[in-house]
């Protein structure tokens, strides 16, 4: 079975810096990866996903994130927070062997300061 | 625009009432999917549906149940057996069952109780 631990349920940075939100993965088969973003009172929208063609995986509104098989993450980055980045941001997995069963972390909500 | 509708966004239910959760996709997804969101706990899948006629049960699927007649349409419905029905409720579909499919979703339905 394969599961998803956030880092850190609360982000906080300044706009212009760098963003960095933490996703561990366990997964005994090799995984599918995706990141989605959550509005207040919205539903789930894909940022990106991971499915084995390219280690470093771009994203919508300048987010991107590297899968990192020998430290198992797949860390979320974006070079310049935006006041409009301020969201959840949800990490989840995928075992490629068990396409009914994707796992969803906690989330980590992030703040950006003007 | 095609997309995922769900409603209505906010259902209040009284003490020993079913309530039924409406979710309808137009967009040709064979596989759709009902979420249950709580503060810092992420989702958890109450079930899912890969084929018309056809429905799996997830993770916390007591309380619930669902019907899947029309390929557009999954409808929940929280019964009065499920005793914390207060919740986001989030519908989800995807072109297939399959592992390298991300999830599309709607923009969830917040169930509370009278």
């Known amino acids: 079975a394969q599961s998803v631990t956030q880092l850190g349920s609360h982000v906080s940075v300044s706009e212009g810096a760098l963003v960095l939100l933490r996703c561990n993965y366990s997964s005994s088969v090799p995984p599918y990866l995706f990141w989605y973003v959550q509005y207040p009172n919205q539903g789930l929208q894909l940022l990106l996903k991971?499915?084995?063609?390219?280690?470093l995986v771009k994203g919508i509104n300048g987010f991107e994130a590297e899968f990192k098989k020998s430290e198992t993450s797949f860390h979320l980055t974006k070079p310049s927070a935006h006041m409009s980045d301020a969201a959840e941001y949800f990490c989840?997995?995928?075992?490629?062997?068990?396409?009914?069963?994707?796992?969803f972390g906690a989330g980590t909500r992030l703040t950006v300061k003007p | 625009d095609g997309g995922i509708t769900q409603s209505p966004k906010y259902l209040f239910r009284k003490e020993g009432q079913n309530v039924t959760l409406s979710c309808e996709q137009n967009?040709?997804?064979?596989?759709m999917y009902w979420y249950r969101q709580d503060p810092g706990q992420g989702l958890r899948l109450i079930y899912y549906s890969q084929i018309v006629n056809d429905f799996q049960k997830g993770d916390i699927a007591e309380g619930y149940s669902v019907s899947r007649e029309k390929k557009e349409s999954f409808p929940l419905t929280v019964t009065s057996a499920q005793k914390n029905p207060t919740a986001f409720y989030l519908c989800?579909?995807?072109?297939?069952?399959?592992?390298?499919?991300?999830?599309?979703f709607g923009d969830g339905t917040r169930l509370s109780i009278l």
């Open positions: 991971y499915t084995s063609a390219a280690t």
């Open positions: 989840a997995v995928q075992g490629a062997a068990n396409n009914n069963d994707m796992r």
């Open positions: 989800a579909s995807s072109m297939r069952l399959s592992s390298n499919q991300p999830q599309h």
């Open positions: 967009l040709n997804h064979d596989a």
